[in-house]
């Protein structure tokens, strides 16, 4: 199965449908022989006559080689039509000899292109070469000849080389394609469907560039240093010497190659960007993948190296650079260059630069002489933090383990223990000998034991055990307090008000202000945990926008501070919920897409940003985008064992298929997340919305007694943590649909008609148009032509002006089908009465809209009540006649 290629396979399609050739290019990898086998896969099941071409590398030097494999491919019958000489002819191919004798050059040139039109008066030819490049000239000659002869639309060519050339051996016209890397979430799908955890597939698609033959060799944790030193060999010594002084330097650029002396900079870069080894925009220079110039950097001779430093140390502009530089000459201990290290390690960390403040600190480190032991631990403990914001994973987890491995201190491998346990995400739950560690190691140090109790309530909440959550939190709080530490105290009273808000417990209010109340000053990696943005998020559930949003914007000027961490992503992701539910569509795209593009920079779990990504598509994008997104993100949450995105996941897809039409997928998917809830004590029905959709779910397929059992669930739950007005609204909406399927459209309008009135109050312009949605159904319903429309008609403005496009589709079908009468039938009257008219029994109607044979037969009852008919034969004539139709 082809991944992320579906744009590319219909250029493909396009181009040899109407005959011609496509040339595609790109590097070793990059999926060029699988698009090759697709496309051929494709014309053989079409009947068409398929002749592949794979030439090796050791084949370029025997002469017709691929013009025998060619001519062996081709049918005896086309072969026996042709003149006794060429036939001689084709005999010397096939045993890969030049056809020297008998006849002009010319004439035994044409023998090519008169057997391909031979073959193709049967049936159409599709030449397929894989590897071109190592094709041999003679037989590249021979078969570009044939391509040049014009041989019509019936004989076609695909061709794959590594570079953008070769397009010769195509029949015009000729379209050249690249291949490109494949994408974070296509990658993503072909890992996982080698049983790969969504949290590593995304970091592999930074470590191999997208290319899928390295991700996978990566992933199966096999050596792609082979394939990045064949990569390397292609290219010239000269080119090689400028990239290993780019593949030395974080940051390379053109300007500082040519600083560092090499001349011919420019044209190296352009020569190893033509081979694909580099991406040259600009002055920045990236090696494609990254692991091309680890392997060039270690190749080389340490001698070689050092003068490379050297060198690139006095070319440096940066005073930290050439510092750098200089240290990495050698490995030798110096404690005179480590601590100047460490002081460039900490005016970095004061500029925000994290991840080059930890890789300083580990060269200081690596350069401490043994008396200097102590300096070291602190130093790595630092450097191991400092990484962690910065997003560079393995340079924390290096930092820890390095101190872990050492003759420490308890507070310093508390503080390692702790890094390690961030760097699990949302996978806590996997952490338990490492969390029994830290325990172990704090003792009775409160200071030690604040931030483990913390990170343990977190463990318990995501994994919804929100008892043992509850307990953890306000160990954390005591620890703390007693620590002087208010900043790990704020952060665990608000994680302990968080509980109580999900267990539907008025007194977080109380919990959330002590919290805020607190001198506390959470970093920029911190700030997701503190009590400024979980106020952030409690004016979110209760619709208090404008709040939310301002509360938010300031928390990201001091998360951008940080520019890669796990705060920064979760105040984008939560710029990205209050931007959907205020009808701001687009900006909530492009929240949702930043955030996830941070996750996957820093390397966090997925499944958060994912969520987001689902409810932003649900609203301005795509159903079929927000599903899956939805299902990637049930995936992470369900490796992760993250309980709570989860349930929201969930929530998102069952959303997506219920609008999409597969009402009974959705209305099981939401089932699921409603039994989670149960499970977990959740009690709170603001924060994940799924009472209403189910609701309206099981109204559609006749459940009318459960629907109205959960939105009486709802309500009570809301009257328990007090009255928020816009649940009033979902509520209501979802009864105006559970009343119209039930025959009572008259309600359906006066209760759809004051949830429109509502939302508008609160400046929800997405949910005022839903509700004037359901008013427009339900006044069709009624037979109010005019009146539905007018409805619709106003919701589909309220979705256009919100830039809310899966919506104002489906209204716009919705404002169709008001000049169509349906009798005033419910969904699923519609349904039966359709199936009835198609000359189904009641008994297969029940089987197949799974419902029971009673509730089939009352819902038939109504429905003859409604058309004025009194039997089975009646109602057919009646449909015959009638322009009902059944529902999308």
Avoid at 348 to 358: E, I, K, L, N
Avoid at 668 to 696: C, K, Q
Avoid at 731 to 749: F, H, M, N, Q, Y
Wanted: aromatic share 4%.
């Amino acid at each position: 199965m082809l991944y992320g290629r579906d744009e590319l396979l219909a250029a493909i399609d396009d181009r040899l449908s109407a005959g011609g050739g496509v040339a595609l290019h790109g590097p070793p990898g990059i999926g060029r022989s699988a698009l090759l086998d697709t496309v051929a896969e494709l014309a053989a099941a079409r009947g068409e006559l398929v002749l592949r071409l794979r030439p090796a590398r050791g084949e370029r030097s025997l002469g017709y080689a691929g013009a025998a494999d060619l001519v062996r491919q081709v049918p005896a019958d086309a072969v026996a039509t042709l003149a006794p000489a060429p036939r001689h002819w084709l005999a010397a191919l096939r045993q890969g000899r030049p056809p020297r004798t008998g006849g002009p050059a010319l004439a035994r040139r044409l023998v090519l292109p008169e057997l391909l039109a031979r073959c193709a008066r049967t049936s159409p030819v599709l030449l397929v070469v894989d590897d071109a490049q190592w094709l041999d000239p003679p037989s590249a000659e021979l078969i570009a000849f044939a391509m040049r002869r014009r041989p019509g639309p019936r004989i076609r060519a695909i061709i794959a080389t590594r570079a953008a050339t070769s397009a010769r051996l195509c029949p015009a016209p000729i379209a050249v394609l690249g291949v490109p890397p494949l994408e974070p979430d296509d990658l993503t799908a072909l890992l996982e469907d080698r049983g790969l955890p969504c949290r590593i597939a995304s970091r592999l698609h930074r470590a191999s560039a997208g290319n899928p033959r390295v991700a996978l060799a990566l992933s199966r944790g096999e050596d792609a240093a082979g394939w990045a030193a064949e990569r390397l060999d292609e290219l010239p010594e000269e080119t090689k010497k400028t990239l290993l002084l780019a593949a030395l330097t974080p940051a390379p650029t053109a300007s500082l190659l040519l600083r560092a002396g090499r001349d011919d900079a420019i044209r190296d870069l352009r020569l190893a960007a033509a081979a694909g080894v580099i991406a040259h925009h600009g002055e920045r220079i990236r090696f494609t993948p990254p692991l091309i110039g680890t392997v060039l950097a270690e190749q080389v001779r340490a001698a070689d190296r050092a003068a490379a430093h050297a060198v690139l140390s006095r070319a440096a502009v940066d005073p930290v650079e050439a510092l750098r530089h200089r240290c990495l000459r050698t490995h030798e201990p110096d404690a005179g260059a480590a601590r100047a290290l460490a002081a460039a390690a900490r005016r970095c960390a004061q500029r925000g630069a994290d991840r080059t403040a930890a890789e300083l600190l580990l060269l200081a480190a690596g350069r401490c002489p043994h008396e200097m032991a102590a300096e070291r631990l602190d130093w790595l403990v630092t450097a191991a933090r400092a990484a962690l914001t910065g997003g560079a994973r393995e340079l924390a987890e290096r930092a820890a383990r390095a101190v872990l491995s050492a003759d420490a201190p308890p507070w310093a491998r508390v503080q390692a223990r702790l890094v390690l346990i961030d760097l699990a995400g949302q996978d806590l739950a996997g952490m338990g000998e490492m969390f029994a560690a830290a325990l172990a190691e704090a003792g009775a140090d409160p200071a030690l034991l604040a931030p483990v109790r913390l990170r343990l309530t977190w463990q318990a909440f995501l994994t919804g055990d929100a008892d043992r959550a509850a307990v953890e939190a306000r160990a954390a709080e005591r620890a703390a307090r007693r620590a002087g530490d208010p900043t790990t105290e704020a952060m665990a009273l608000s994680a302990l008000a968080q509980i109580h808000r999900t267990r539907g417990e008025p007194v977080w209010r109380a919990t959330l202000d002590r919290a805020l109340a607190l001198p506390a000053a959470p970093g920029p990696d911190w700030l997701h945990y503190g009590p400024q943005y979980t106020a952030a998020r409690f004016a979110l559930f209760d619709d208090r926008l404008d709040e939310a949003r301002a509360r938010l914007l300031t928390l990201l000027a001091v998360a951008e501070h940080g520019r890669i961490g796990e705060a920064r992503v979760e105040v984008l992701r939560s710029l990205s919920e209050v931007a959907t539910r205020a009808g701001r569509c687009q900006e909530a795209l492009r929240y949702a897409h930043r955030a996830a593009r941070a996750a996957q920079e820093a390397g966090l779990s997925p499944g958060p940003t994912w969520y987001t990504a689902a409810v932003a598509e649900l609203a301005g994008g795509s159903l079929a985008a927000a599903a899956g997104f939805a299902r990637r993100g049930i995936r992470a949450s369900e490796q992760e064992r993250d309980g709570l995105y989860l349930r929201r996941n969930l929530h998102a897809l069952g959303q997506a298929e219920l609008r999409a039409g597969d009402t009974r997928a959705g209305v099981a998917t939401l089932r699921r997340l409603r039994d989670l809830e149960a499970e977990t004590g959740s009690a709170d029905p603001m924060i994940v919305r799924w009472h209403a959709d189910l609701a309206a779910g099981l109204a559609a397929l006749g459940e009318h007694a459960e629907a109205t059992a959960t939105l009486s669930h709802a309500r009570a739950a809301a009257q328990r943590l007090g009255a928020v007005p816009a649940l009033a609204g979902y509520l209501d909406r979802a009864a105006a649909i559970v009343e119209s399927e039930s025959g009572r459209a008259d309600d359906a309008v006066q209760l759809s008609t004051a949830a429109a009135t509502l939302f508008e109050n609160l400046r929800q312009p997405v949910e005022q148009a839903h509700a004037l949605l359901v008013a427009g159904g339900a006044e069709r319903r009624r037979r109010r032509y005019a009146a539905a429309r007018v409805a619709i008609g106003a919701a589909l403005a309220l979705f256009l002006a919100a830039d809310a496009r899966p919506w104002a589709e489906e209204t716009e079908r919705a404002l169709i089908r008001t000049e169509t009468p349906d009798q005033g039938l419910t969904a699923t009257e519609l349904r039966i009465a359709t199936m009835i008219r198609d000359g189904a029994s009641n008994r297969e109607i029940a089987a197949r809209l799974y419902l029971s044979v009673k509730t089939v037969e009352a819902t038939l009852t109504r429905v003859y009540r409604k058309l004025g008919v009194r039997s089975r034969t009646q109602l057919v004539s009646r449909l015959a006649v009638s322009e009902i139709t059944a529902p999308d």
